[in-house]
């Protein structure tokens, strides 16, 4: 007899201790990599294999009151580079084969643009056509998601005000990070990773973990909270900030789409860490490290 689909996903899932041991080896691997250099008016890039730590950099260097922009690779080739100045171009893949990103890198240095490519090790021929162009390449292990996540937020940039103590603090105690949000999701963990399988939804500063979470599970893309207003769904996990909850309210509690509270994973973080905190809620409720 064939098993369920939840069973298959439950029997898949790591133990709690065994994604703790691989998170640590991630946080110390991540901690290895060199930084990548940051500039005002930073172009960040990620082919969707590597949406997470795009997202995480973006929404930390705007904390930190820098112009920065988000793109796809062909986007940012065709649309933008040939059109302005920008400043440095940091690109993030898991595809070691990516033509998009080769071509970034080649329209880049045409203009003497300094490009960093965040990757697992890339196939031969394109490391030889990044390394003609300058392209500095930092490579990552596996789980190079994951890893990926953690450098780009320990990459914040230095934020004004208090608040930049209290954030590196708590980059300093990311070791703990895994356990912190286990004890903030535990209760649910049960009923979330019963869930259907379709993508969750989530609120702009919680969407790595939402992309993580389809990027672990297959299962698509993830959609903007606002989409229950345009698409005939039943949600699955939502992945929300809690300084965005207000924002929300309106669309989290209209009966006629039956938004279920207890689906909703509410982050109560700075923004800064919020948004690698919810991709290790996703790790959590998928059971996955990619």
């Known amino acids: 007899m064939r098993r369920s689909a939840a069973a298959a996903r439950a029997s898949a899932t790591l133990s709690y201790s ?12 991540a901690r290895g990599l060199p930084r990548a250099r940051l500039s005002d008016d930073t172009v960040i890039v990620s082919t969707y294999d590597a949406v997470p730590p795009a997202r995480i950099l973006y929404t930390n260097c705007l904390h930190a009151g820098l112009r920065c922009s ?20 940091v690109i993030f893949t898991r595809n070691p084969r990516s033509l998009r990103v080769v071509n970034l890198a080649e329209a880049s240095s045409l203009l003497g643009l300094e490009v960093t490519v965040v990757t697992p090790p890339p196939h031969p021929a394109v490391r030889e056509r990044l390394e003609s162009v300058g392209a500095e390449i930092i490579e990552v292990g596996e789980p190079s998601l ?24 708590e980059l300093e105690d990311l070791p703990t990070a895994l356990r912190w949000v286990e004890e ?29 979470h389809c990027l672990a599970l297959r299962c698509g893309a993830p959609l903007p909270v606002e989409a229950v207003l ?3 769904l039943e949600p699955s996990v939502i992945y929300l900030n809690s300084v965005e909850l207000h924002d929300y309210r309106d669309l989290l509690t209209i009966p006629r789409k039956g938004i279920d509270r207890g689906l909703i994973v509410e982050i109560n973080a700075d923004p800064v860490t919020s948004g690698l905190y919810s991709v290790l809620a996703a790790v959590l409720i998928t059971g996955r490290i990619i």
């Open 184 to 212: 903030r999701v535990r209760v649910k963990l049960p009923s979330l990773r019963e869930v259907n399988p379709r993508p969750p939804l989530y609120t702009p500063i919680a969407a790595p973990g939402a992309y993580y």
């Open 146 to 169: 994951l890893v990926m996540s953690i450098a780009s937020t320990l990459w914040t940039p230095k934020l004004m005000g208090a608040r930049e103590e209290r954030v590196r603090a």
């Open 70 to 89: 988000l793109l796809e690779p062909s986007y940012a080739s065709v649309s933008l580079i040939p059109y302005r100045e920008t400043g440095n171009i």
């Open 230 to 232: 345009s698409v005939d």
């Open 18 to 29: 065994e994604a703790e041991r691989r998170y640590h080896q991630a946080v110390n691997t």
